[in-house]
């Protein structure tokens, strides 16, 4: 990350994981809070944010269960935040991030107005369920000083699957929908680029294409029919924000006609479906089907690395509705350690700390939380080029990646999704 002498708001850190790792290790329970109820810190001050943080830890509660990921905190930042902040970083992990949503419900419902969560990786159903309940710190994510390099103009960003995010959260990372073809026996030239054009494709050539059957853990499945709605109502937009039953009566059975309309041209003529993404990539591989899929910014280069799909795989996106998501951090409104949280929230929208975040080597593999374009200082700039410049041909361009990004719908679209094509499409006649 580049040195700057400028302010401590900015100030540069670098890290990497040999250095990181032998230094900093993870909690496994919460430290006692250790905040008054009024912790003394003004958000357009950044400098008595740091005061404040100086000396805390910061109990930040995440999903546990990718080993990979959790040295990459541990490493990356665990150890700048200790070096540069005087802040320990204490990663508690969760089966499911549900029991941290969970652990701040009870202790509203119990009256404390302390609790021990100070930091969430939350995006989706969760970060609903806690802005429902009023129990998430508000108005901080634009007083962040690197806030400047997000673009909250984005819908795929200020809308967490189709809930405004308003002042509660402040992106990590970011992931999208993507397919991936075999340059050996593809033309780029020959790439469906929109659903009419996929569907025209199968037909000329009968059984080569397949998708995930929607349902949950299938999330490739449900994306890839979430984004054909899409498509054939006009755009996303209308289906952000509140459930609009009417909305969906009108558009779901113009969903489920495209649907059927190509199942003949499928493989197995549509009578069975790939059941995740693994399958997927065995039938791409096996040269059975011509299109797999993915969500990684490296696009078909982990796959490749782990032998699942061809060396000559490599990844594509259709011209517009591609959908990707962002992961997030929210702070409970009853956390001990807001100034703590501001401060790691902070430094992982350092540019430098975001081009390693996307490079499967460093263990995490996901994409950007920033706006790449917003970067001005030319040594984080030649950070971000040089990382995704190691993602190879088999990656998406990061520009066109953000060019056909769009949001999530609402829970209670992706159900009916899921509950109806089963009945609607996998059982039809």
Same mark, same amino acid.
């Given at each position: 990350?580049?040195?700057?002498?400028?302010?401590?708001?900015?100030?540069?850190?670098?890290?990497?994981?040999?250095?990181?790792?032998?230094?900093?290790?993870?909690?496994?329970?919460?430290?006692?809070?250790?905040?008054?109820?009024?912790?003394?810190?003004?958000?357009?001050?950044?400098?008595?944010? #740091?005061?404040?943080?100086?000396?805390?830890?910061?109990?930040?509660?995440?999903?546990?269960?990718?080993?990979?990921?959790?040295?990459?905190?541990?490493?990356?930042?665990?150890?700048?935040?200790?070096?540069? %902040?005087?802040?320990?970083?204490?990663?508690?992990?969760?089966?499911?991030?549900?029991?941290?949503?969970?652990?701040? #419900?009870?202790?509203?419902?119990?009256?404390?107005?302390?609790?021990?969560?100070?930091?969430?990786?939350?995006?989706?159903?969760?970060?609903?369920?806690?802005?429902?309940?009023?129990?998430? %710190?508000?108005?901080?994510?634009?007083?962040?000083?690197?806030?400047?390099?997000?673009?909250?103009?984005?819908?795929?960003?200020?809308?967490?699957?189709?809930?405004?995010?308003?002042?509660?959260?402040?992106?990590?990372?970011?992931?999208?929908?993507?397919?991936?073809?075999?340059?050996?026996?593809?033309?780029?030239?020959?790439? =469906?680029? +929109?659903?009419?054009?996929?569907?025209?494709?199968?037909?000329?050539?009968?059984?080569?294409?397949?998708?995930?059957?929607?349902?949950?853990?299938?999330?490739?499945?449900?994306?890839?029919?979430?984004?054909?709605?899409?498509?054939?109502?006009?755009?996303?937009?209308?289906? +952000?924000?509140?459930?609009?039953?009417?909305?969906?009566?009108?558009?779901? =059975?113009?969903?489920?006609?495209? #649907?059927?309309?190509?199942?003949?041209?499928?493989?197995?003529?549509?009578?069975?479906?790939?059941?995740?993404?693994?399958?997927?990539?065995?039938?791409?591989?096996?040269?059975?089907?011509?299109? +797999?899929?993915?969500?990684?910014?490296?696009?078909?280069?982990?796959?490749?690395?782990?032998?699942?799909?061809?060396?000559?795989?490599?990844?594509?996106?259709?011209?517009?509705?591609?959908?990707?998501?962002?992961? %997030?951090?929210?702070?409970?409104?009853?956390?001990?350690?807001?100034?703590?949280?501001?401060?790691?929230?902070?430094?992982?929208?350092?540019?430098?700390?975001?081009?390693?975040?996307?490079?499967?080597?460093?263990?995490?593999? #996901?994409?950007?939380?920033?706006?790449?374009?917003?970067?001005?200082?030319?040594?984080?700039?030649?950070?971000?080029?040089?990382?995704?410049?190691?993602?190879?041909? +088999?990656?998406?361009?990061?520009?066109?990646?953000?060019?056909?990004?769009?949001?999530?719908?609402?829970?209670?679209?992706?159900?009916?999704?899921?509950?109806?094509?089963?009945?609607?499409?996998?059982?039809?006649?």
């Amino acid at each position: 990350m580049a040195q700057t002498e400028t302010s401590p708001a900015t100030a540069g850190v670098t890290v990497t994981a040999a250095t990181a790792q032998a230094s900093v290790s993870a909690a496994t329970t919460p430290a006692a809070s250790t905040a008054s109820p009024a912790e003394n810190f003004d958000l357009n001050n950044w400098a008595s944010v #740091l005061a404040a943080a100086k000396g805390k830890t910061v109990n930040w509660y995440m999903y546990g269960g990718a080993d990979s990921i959790n040295r990459f905190v541990d490493a990356f930042y665990g150890k700048a935040l200790k070096d540069h %902040y005087g802040v320990t970083l204490n990663r508690v992990p969760v089966a499911d991030t549900v029991d941290a949503v969970n652990q701040v #419900l009870s202790e509203k419902q119990a009256g404390k107005d302390l609790g021990a969560v100070d930091v969430i990786w939350i995006n989706g159903e969760n970060f609903a369920s806690l802005k429902q309940a009023n129990m998430l %710190y508000d108005g901080w994510n634009r007083q962040l000083p690197n806030s400047k390099l997000v673009n909250y103009d984005n819908k795929a960003l200020n809308l967490d699957f189709g809930i405004p995010i308003g002042g509660m959260e402040s992106p990590w990372s970011s992931a999208e929908l993507q397919f991936i073809y075999d340059e050996a026996r593809t033309k780029a030239s020959d790439l =469906p680029r +929109s659903y009419a054009a996929l569907k025209e494709y199968a037909c000329d050539h009968k059984g080569r294409v397949t998708y995930i059957a929607p349902g949950p853990g299938a999330f490739q499945g449900t994306r890839f029919v979430k984004q054909a709605l899409y498509e054939l109502s006009g755009g996303p937009e209308q289906w +952000s924000g509140t459930f609009n039953q009417a909305l969906w009566d009108q558009w779901s =059975p113009k969903l489920w006609q495209f #649907l059927n309309d190509l199942k003949p041209c499928l493989w197995r003529q549509g009578a069975t479906y790939a059941k995740d993404e693994n399958e997927l990539h065995s039938l791409f591989a096996n040269n059975e089907i011509d299109f +797999s899929s993915t969500q990684a910014i490296a696009g078909a280069g982990p796959l490749i690395k782990d032998g699942k799909v061809p060396p000559t795989a490599r990844a594509f996106v259709f011209d517009k509705n591609m959908i990707g998501d962002f992961n %997030y951090l929210g702070i409970p409104s009853n956390a001990p350690n807001k100034a703590a949280a501001l401060v790691l929230a902070n430094l992982i929208l350092e540019p430098d700390l975001q081009a390693a975040q996307i490079l499967p080597n460093n263990g995490f593999g #996901l994409g950007y939380g920033i706006d790449v374009t917003k970067v001005t200082d030319a040594n984080q700039t030649k950070a971000l080029q040089d990382a995704a410049s190691k993602l190879g041909p +088999s990656a998406t361009d990061a520009n066109q990646l953000a060019k056909v990004l769009v949001s999530d719908m609402p829970q209670q679209y992706q159900n009916l999704v899921e509950q109806e094509w089963q009945k609607k499409v996998l059982q039809a006649k």
